[in-house]
Nanobody
Framework: VQLQASGGGLVQAGGSLRLSCAASGRTFSSYPMGWFRQAPGKEREFVAAISWGGGTTYYADSVKGRFTISRDNAKNTVYLQLNSLKPEDTAVYYC??????????????????WGQGTLVTVSS
């Protein structure tokens, strides 16, 4: 599966953005999906994940209550709604896919396919 992330940009603190990740192929609905981010000078970290059916979601503590992950299997797209953004949310955001029909996790090593990333910059 190939992944294309979009929707990043510059936003003021307290603002919102919606990231999208479009996937190629007809088996998107079988892939657990996740979002990760990497800030300048820092390691990549988990943000959110969603099971292939959409019934299970995980969030990093730092984004819980502010970010929402969702998916539209008919459109082969996973979304990440970012609300109440903070300057510390500034990072390149990556979407990723696990192996088909796998159990969704928050471990980056469990993800086999990665998109190119989209930059989110939050100004104070």
């Amino acid at each position: 599966v190939q992944l294309q992330a979009s929707g990043g940009g510059l936003v003021q603190a307290g603002g919102s953005l919606r990231l999208s990740c479009a996937a190629s192929g007809r088996t998107f609905s079988s892939y657990p999906m996740g979002w990760f981010r990497q800030a300048p000078g820092k390691e990549r970290e988990f943000v959110a994940a969603i099971s292939w059916g959409g019934g299970t979601t995980y969030y990093a503590d730092s984004v819980k209550g502010r970010f929402t992950i969702s998916r539209d299997n008919a459109k082969n797209t996973v979304y990440l709604q970012l609300n109440s953004l903070k300057p510390e949310d500034t990072a390149v955001y990556y979407c990723a896919a696990q192996r088909p029909w796998g159990v969704v996790t928050y471990q980056s090593n469990d993800y086999d396919h990665w998109g190119q990333g989209t930059l989110v910059t939050v100004s104070s």
